[in-house]
T-cell receptor, first 117, second 114 residues
Framework: AQSVTQLGSHVSVSEGALVLLRCNYS??????LFWYVQYPNQGLQLLLK??????LVKGINGFEAEFKKSETSFHLTKPSAHMSDAAEYFC???????????????FGKGTLLTVNP | NAGVTQTPKFRVLKTGQSMTLLCAQD?????MYWYRQDPGMGLRLIHY???????AKGEVPDGYNVSRLKKQNFLLGLESAAPSQTSVYFC?????????????FGPGTRLTVT
Protein backbone atom coordinates (compact mmCIF):
# COMPACT_ATOMS: atom_id res chain seq x y z
CA ALA A 1 0.00 0.00 0.00
CA GLN A 2 1.17 3.51 -0.71
CA SER A 3 1.73 6.12 1.97
CA VAL A 4 2.96 9.68 2.28
CA THR A 5 4.92 11.33 5.09
CA GLN A 6 5.25 15.07 5.32
CA LEU A 7 8.00 16.09 7.69
CA GLY A 8 6.95 19.04 9.79
CA SER A 9 3.34 19.92 10.36
CA HIS A 10 4.24 23.60 10.56
CA VAL A 11 7.01 25.49 8.76
CA SER A 12 7.67 29.16 9.36
CA VAL A 13 9.85 31.30 7.07
CA SER A 14 10.60 34.97 6.58
CA GLU A 15 9.42 36.78 3.49
CA GLY A 16 12.09 36.37 0.81
CA ALA A 17 13.57 33.22 2.36
CA LEU A 18 13.76 29.78 0.80
CA VAL A 19 10.72 27.56 1.24
CA LEU A 20 11.38 23.83 1.64
CA LEU A 21 8.51 21.46 2.40
CA ARG A 22 9.45 17.82 2.72
CA CYS A 23 7.56 14.82 1.39
CA ASN A 24 8.55 11.15 1.40
CA TYR A 25 6.45 8.40 -0.06
CA SER A 26 6.31 4.65 -0.09
CA UNK A 27 5.03 2.72 -3.04
CA UNK A 28 5.66 -0.72 -4.46
CA UNK A 29 5.43 0.58 -8.02
CA UNK A 30 6.53 3.83 -9.68
CA UNK A 31 4.23 6.52 -8.31
CA UNK A 32 2.57 9.61 -9.60
CA LEU A 33 3.18 12.45 -7.13
CA PHE A 34 1.27 15.63 -6.48
CA TRP A 35 1.47 18.77 -4.41
CA TYR A 36 -1.76 20.57 -3.60
CA VAL A 37 -2.19 23.91 -1.82
CA GLN A 38 -5.11 24.93 0.37
CA TYR A 39 -5.64 28.59 1.17
CA PRO A 40 -7.74 29.41 4.25
CA ASN A 41 -11.37 28.37 3.93
CA GLN A 42 -10.91 27.10 0.39
CA GLY A 43 -10.64 23.80 -1.42
CA LEU A 44 -7.42 22.23 -2.67
CA GLN A 45 -5.69 23.46 -5.80
CA LEU A 46 -3.03 21.60 -7.75
CA LEU A 47 0.44 23.15 -7.53
CA LEU A 48 2.35 20.61 -9.59
CA LYS A 49 2.63 16.93 -10.36
CA UNK A 50 5.18 14.36 -11.41
CA UNK A 51 4.09 11.63 -13.77
CA UNK A 52 7.01 10.55 -15.96
CA UNK A 53 10.01 12.15 -17.64
CA UNK A 54 11.87 15.10 -16.18
CA UNK A 55 12.31 14.69 -12.44
CA LEU A 56 12.34 18.44 -11.75
CA VAL A 57 8.80 19.67 -12.05
CA LYS A 58 7.78 23.32 -12.16
CA GLY A 59 4.40 24.43 -10.92
CA ILE A 60 2.39 27.55 -10.37
CA ASN A 61 3.43 30.54 -8.27
CA GLY A 62 7.16 29.80 -8.62
CA PHE A 63 7.10 26.44 -6.85
CA GLU A 64 9.00 23.41 -8.03
CA ALA A 65 9.63 19.87 -6.80
CA GLU A 66 12.16 17.20 -7.58
CA PHE A 67 11.36 13.51 -7.75
CA LYS A 68 14.22 11.48 -6.26
CA LYS A 69 13.53 7.80 -6.63
CA SER A 70 16.60 6.73 -4.62
CA GLU A 71 15.44 8.82 -1.67
CA THR A 72 11.70 8.21 -2.24
CA SER A 73 11.23 11.95 -1.90
CA PHE A 74 9.33 14.73 -3.63
CA HIS A 75 10.24 17.89 -1.73
CA LEU A 76 8.62 21.20 -2.64
CA THR A 77 10.72 24.35 -2.91
CA LYS A 78 10.42 28.01 -3.74
CA PRO A 79 13.47 30.28 -3.80
CA SER A 80 11.81 33.31 -2.24
CA ALA A 81 8.71 33.20 -0.06
CA HIS A 82 5.93 35.71 -0.46
CA MET A 83 3.27 36.58 2.07
CA SER A 84 0.65 35.17 -0.30
CA ASP A 85 2.28 31.71 -0.03
CA ALA A 86 0.90 31.27 3.47
CA ALA A 87 -1.32 28.22 3.22
CA GLU A 88 -1.45 24.50 3.94
CA TYR A 89 0.37 22.23 1.53
CA PHE A 90 -0.44 18.60 0.89
CA CYS A 91 1.69 15.98 -0.80
CA UNK A 92 -0.17 13.08 -2.38
CA UNK A 93 0.69 9.84 -4.17
CA UNK A 94 -1.23 7.86 -6.76
CA UNK A 95 -0.14 4.48 -7.97
CA UNK A 96 -0.70 4.23 -11.70
CA UNK A 97 -1.76 0.67 -12.24
CA UNK A 98 -5.02 -0.92 -13.21
CA UNK A 99 -7.33 -1.99 -10.47
CA UNK A 100 -8.88 -0.26 -7.49
CA UNK A 101 -5.87 1.74 -6.39
CA UNK A 102 -5.64 3.44 -9.76
CA UNK A 103 -8.46 5.75 -8.88
CA UNK A 104 -7.39 7.12 -5.55
CA UNK A 105 -4.96 9.59 -4.05
CA UNK A 106 -3.31 9.06 -0.69
CA PHE A 107 -2.59 12.37 1.04
CA GLY A 108 -0.01 13.33 3.60
CA LYS A 109 -1.21 15.07 6.73
CA GLY A 110 -0.25 18.50 5.46
CA THR A 111 2.27 21.22 6.28
CA LEU A 112 1.10 24.64 7.32
CA LEU A 113 3.38 27.33 5.90
CA THR A 114 3.58 30.63 7.74
CA VAL A 115 5.39 33.57 6.12
CA ASN A 116 6.63 36.29 8.45
CA PRO A 117 7.14 39.86 7.24
CA ASN B 1 -17.58 26.91 -16.01
CA ALA B 2 -18.33 26.58 -12.31
CA GLY B 3 -16.07 23.53 -11.82
CA VAL B 4 -16.97 21.60 -8.65
CA THR B 5 -19.63 23.08 -6.38
CA GLN B 6 -20.84 21.89 -2.99
CA THR B 7 -24.09 22.54 -1.17
CA PRO B 8 -24.43 23.63 1.61
CA LYS B 9 -21.32 25.53 2.71
CA PHE B 10 -22.08 25.23 6.42
CA ARG B 11 -24.40 23.09 8.48
CA VAL B 12 -25.02 22.38 12.14
CA LEU B 13 -26.76 19.12 13.05
CA LYS B 14 -27.87 17.57 16.29
CA THR B 15 -26.78 14.03 17.08
CA GLY B 16 -29.06 11.57 15.32
CA GLN B 17 -30.24 13.92 12.61
CA SER B 18 -29.72 13.13 8.96
CA MET B 19 -28.59 15.22 6.02
CA THR B 20 -27.35 15.03 2.47
CA LEU B 21 -24.42 16.91 0.99
CA LEU B 22 -24.59 17.63 -2.71
CA CYS B 23 -21.62 17.79 -5.04
CA ALA B 24 -22.01 18.90 -8.64
CA GLN B 25 -19.45 19.18 -11.44
CA ASP B 26 -19.84 20.58 -14.93
CA UNK B 27 -16.63 19.19 -16.45
CA UNK B 28 -18.11 15.88 -17.63
CA UNK B 29 -15.78 13.98 -15.30
CA UNK B 30 -16.27 10.26 -14.81
CA UNK B 31 -14.71 9.96 -11.37
CA MET B 32 -15.94 11.66 -8.22
CA TYR B 33 -14.78 11.48 -4.61
CA TRP B 34 -15.83 12.47 -1.11
CA TYR B 35 -13.16 13.29 1.48
CA ARG B 36 -13.21 14.48 5.04
CA GLN B 37 -10.55 16.77 6.43
CA ASP B 38 -9.74 16.83 10.12
CA PRO B 39 -6.94 18.81 11.82
CA GLY B 40 -3.62 16.98 11.59
CA MET B 41 -5.16 14.11 9.59
CA GLY B 42 -4.93 15.35 6.02
CA LEU B 43 -7.69 14.24 3.68
CA ARG B 44 -9.23 10.83 4.03
CA LEU B 45 -11.34 9.21 1.35
CA ILE B 46 -14.88 8.33 2.38
CA HIS B 47 -16.44 6.98 -0.83
CA TYR B 48 -15.83 7.36 -4.52
CA UNK B 49 -17.47 6.68 -7.86
CA UNK B 50 -15.93 5.64 -11.15
CA UNK B 51 -19.01 6.46 -13.19
CA UNK B 52 -22.73 7.08 -13.16
CA UNK B 53 -24.51 4.43 -11.12
CA UNK B 54 -21.36 3.15 -9.39
CA UNK B 55 -20.01 3.74 -5.90
CA ALA B 56 -17.25 2.22 -3.80
CA LYS B 57 -15.94 2.49 -0.27
CA GLY B 58 -12.86 4.43 0.59
CA GLU B 59 -10.74 4.57 3.70
CA VAL B 60 -13.37 5.77 6.21
CA PRO B 61 -16.85 4.82 4.89
CA ASP B 62 -18.64 3.94 8.13
CA GLY B 63 -21.65 6.12 8.90
CA TYR B 64 -21.91 7.48 5.35
CA ASN B 65 -23.78 6.49 2.22
CA VAL B 66 -23.44 7.84 -1.31
CA SER B 67 -25.30 7.84 -4.59
CA ARG B 68 -24.37 8.76 -8.17
CA LEU B 69 -27.65 8.74 -10.07
CA LYS B 70 -26.46 11.36 -12.53
CA LYS B 71 -22.96 11.73 -13.91
CA GLN B 72 -22.64 15.31 -12.75
CA ASN B 73 -23.84 14.78 -9.17
CA PHE B 74 -22.44 12.84 -6.22
CA LEU B 75 -24.42 12.84 -2.99
CA LEU B 76 -23.06 12.08 0.47
CA GLY B 77 -25.58 11.08 3.13
CA LEU B 78 -25.36 10.91 6.89
CA GLU B 79 -28.29 8.83 8.17
CA SER B 80 -27.71 9.40 11.89
CA ALA B 81 -25.12 12.07 12.55
CA ALA B 82 -22.58 11.65 15.35
CA PRO B 83 -20.20 14.21 16.90
CA SER B 84 -17.30 12.24 15.37
CA GLN B 85 -18.59 13.30 11.96
CA THR B 86 -17.84 16.95 12.70
CA SER B 87 -15.44 17.79 9.90
CA VAL B 88 -14.91 19.66 6.68
CA TYR B 89 -16.10 17.64 3.69
CA PHE B 90 -14.60 18.02 0.25
CA CYS B 91 -15.82 16.69 -3.03
CA UNK B 92 -13.48 16.18 -5.97
CA UNK B 93 -13.76 15.01 -9.55
CA UNK B 94 -11.39 13.68 -12.18
CA UNK B 95 -11.71 13.09 -15.88
CA UNK B 96 -10.36 9.56 -16.18
CA UNK B 97 -9.05 6.61 -14.23
CA UNK B 98 -5.34 7.04 -14.84
CA UNK B 99 -3.34 7.70 -11.73
CA UNK B 100 -1.67 10.76 -13.22
CA UNK B 101 -4.91 12.67 -13.60
CA UNK B 102 -5.55 15.75 -11.50
CA UNK B 103 -8.45 15.86 -9.08
CA UNK B 104 -10.46 19.09 -8.98
CA PHE B 105 -11.81 20.06 -5.58
CA GLY B 106 -14.90 21.87 -4.42
CA PRO B 107 -14.82 24.62 -1.77
CA GLY B 108 -15.91 22.33 1.05
CA THR B 109 -18.78 21.95 3.49
CA ARG B 110 -18.14 22.63 7.16
CA LEU B 111 -20.33 20.34 9.26
CA THR B 112 -20.73 20.52 13.02
CA VAL B 113 -22.60 17.82 14.91
CA THR B 114 -23.59 18.75 18.46
Amino acid sequence: AQSVTQLGSHVSVSEGALVLLRCNYSSSVPPYLFWYVQYPNQGLQLLLKYTTGATLVKGINGFEAEFKKSETSFHLTKPSAHMSDAAEYFCAVSVGRSGGSNYKLTFGKGTLLTVNP
Amino acid sequence: NAGVTQTPKFRVLKTGQSMTLLCAQDMNHEYMYWYRQDPGMGLRLIHYSVGEGTTAKGEVPDGYNVSRLKKQNFLLGLESAAPSQTSVYFCASKWGGQGKGEQYFGPGTRLTVT
